[in-house]
């Protein structure tokens, strides 16, 4: 989790008051990245969209809200 939240913000560029990724990677690369599995970081993703910390939309990223440092 710390990893994946981590490689988010290192991915990010600040754009106003957000930060957002522009072109994300698919969560199998992303799980690759942080060496993790695909499910790992799509329940991952689900937890942060659910809870209104990112919001995706096609292939951007938002970070909406601090992320988490952990759960």
Known sequence: ???TIKLLYEMAHKEGDIFVIHDRPT???L???VGSSREMVNKIMHELTK???IA???KTL???RTLP???
């Open 1 to 3: 989790m710390k990893e």
């Open 27 to 29: 969560q199998q690369e």
């Open 31 to 33: 799980a690759n990245m």
């Open 51 to 53: 809870g209104v910390y």
């Open 56 to 58: 995706i939309q096609d």
């Open 62 to 64: 938002r970070i909406e």
């Open 69 to 71: 440092a952990s759960w």
